[in-house]
């Protein structure tokens, strides 16, 4: 069972956005695609979920066919996708926040279930059930995006920038909570960060985005030892 | 003094039935973003399906739900054959936003003329169930008869089942994220596709109730070109407006200040300007507080 990418091309328009790529995350693996601004980061996570349509390639989860399915089929069969910028409904609590991750179960036992695990991982989400979800604070709604996202009992989750716009203090929180996540509930994870070293440093295997194409792959180690790809990625 | 009560209680009736008007347009304005022109003819269909029930088992209690059932199946249809292809195939450029108003419109002659074919354009009767005589109170005759007393308690019930709909299931949860954020709920495993259909069912049923209800307690008379349920749709989009598009609740009041202030228009100024002042609502409301009379924030709650 593994994430296999294979020849992905997606084109925005007359723009070829992802030319080409192939690459395979493992079980339980959690894989940094990091890059760029405008390196098609995001645009392969979306075209895996379903949102954007490929222009040719395969990509597989499992037996699972990642093209051509609409994301709420996906979620059916463990791919779960958080979309960039904190993804959670403002007007809903946190609590209906949660919940909208297990309505497609249509189980309520089940989904108090999830909900316990999900609040024992995330104690702040528990103390803020029924404020609205724009009442919290940046990191308190990347926590509800991650926490809904779980509701769905993912075996897949492609994670888009959950550090955007949070202070450094709360974004290692984040990225330890994700860490968590790929080791204790065996979930396999592609994080797409513009934060590449932090990503890095939680991660098992690096995958390095340029202008569409594959820069360099590797072991999450060898790549922040690697000369080349901290002068061009991380920054020093 | 009973003239001040008669006032208040006609306005409080009218209301309530503009209120399942507006409420149809807010549902359907909430799960897909169109304001749809075709609710009266929609309303108007689904009446006269009310009346065939009429004359086969002679019962408007029969009719009404069948009705409301009626409204539901053709609102249905129209999500799934057209406003669905619609909104895929025009979903770019300036016409994205006018293209399934214009089409509303369209099918709103469309809805009329196939009544006209089935029915024929003379005026057809719908007998009033109960008694429009109002009460009397010693020597006054109240302006609430049996009849009106029903449709005020039969608005109250359906808007208490929507809202407990809305607020306490997971349907409910379901329609509310979907119109909120589509591409979440996508994303969080919600069939957004059929949770609109749903949407504008809901919509298409209130809608029936809103014609067999006013009809029973307008002219009694259904046709094609009926005036009644033109100024129903138009009543019942003012109310929407007036309660910000977005939220039942808004929708309820704002069908209720509508239905009151027109009746006091009636009764201490003139039937003449009641159409007037109902547009000049709008335009104040739209010039004061565009997003409607009540708050944001809490207007998208129900």
Known sequence: ?????????????????????????????????????????????????????????????????????????????????????????????????????????????????????????????????????????????????????????????????????LAPLVVEQIFQSIRELTKSMGITILLVEQNAMGALKIADVGIVLNLGTIAVTGAAESLIADPAVRAAYLGY | MIQLLNTLLIGITAGSIYSLMAIAMVLVWRSTRVVNFAQAGMALLSTYF???????????????????????????????????????HSSQGAIASIAPIIATLGLLGLIKSVIGYFWGNQDLSLESPLSNVGFTLGSDTLAISPLKLFIIIAVAFLVLTLSFIFQKTNLGLALRASAYSPEISRLAG??????????????????????????ANGTGTLSP??????????????????????????????????????????????????????????????LIRPGGIISQKAGRRA
């Not at chain 1, 593994?2 to 080409?20: K, P, Y």
């Open chain 2, 225 to 286: 070109d009926s005036l009644e349920f033109s100024l129903l749709l138009a009543f019942g989009f003012i109310a929407a407006v007036i309660g910000g598009l977005d939220s039942l609740v808004g929708a309820v009041i704002g069908a209720l200040v509508l239905g009151l202030v027109l009746a006091f228009v009636l009764t201490y100024i003139g039937g003449s300007l009641v159409f007037i002042t109902a547009f000049v609502l709008l335009l104040v409301i739209l």
């Open chain 1, 1 to 165: 069972m593994s994430l296999i990418i294979e020849n992905l091309t997606v084109d925005h328009g007359a723009i070829r956005a992802i030319n080409d790529v192939s690459f395979t995350v493992k079980k339980g693996e959690l894989a940094a695609l990091i890059g760029a601004n405008g390196a098609g980061k995001t645009t392969l996570l979306r075209t895996l979920s379903g949102l954007n349509k490929p222009t040719h390639g395969k990509a597989t989860w499992s037996a699972t066919n990642l093209l051509h399915s609409k994301p709420e089929m996906l979620v059916r069969h463990g791919v779960s996708h958080v979309s960039e910028g904190k993804s959670v409904i403002p007007e809903l609590t946190v609590e209906e926040n949660l919940e909208i991750g297990a309505l497609w179960r249509s189980n309520k036992k089940e989904m108090q279930q999830s909900k316990k695990t999900i609040l024992d991982l995330f104690p702040r989400l528990g103390e803020r059930l029924e404020q609205r979800a724009d009442t919290l604070s940046g990191g308190e709604r990347q926590m509800l995006a991650l926490g809904r996202s779980l509701m769905s009992k993912p075996e897949l989750l492609l994670l888009d920038e959950p550090s955007l716009g």
């Open chain 2, 50 to 88: 009310g009346y065939e029930v009429i004359q086969l088992t002679h019962s408007y209690w029969i009719a009404l739900p069948v009705a409301m059932l009626a409204g539901a199946v053709v609102a249905s249809a129209i999500e799934l054959i057209i406003m669905r292809l619609l909104l895929k």
């Open chain 2, 190 to 215: 919600i069939k957004v596709d059929l949770v609109r259909t749903i949407g504008w069912a809901l919509a298409g049923a209130a809608g029936g109730a809103a014609g067999m209800l006013q009809t």
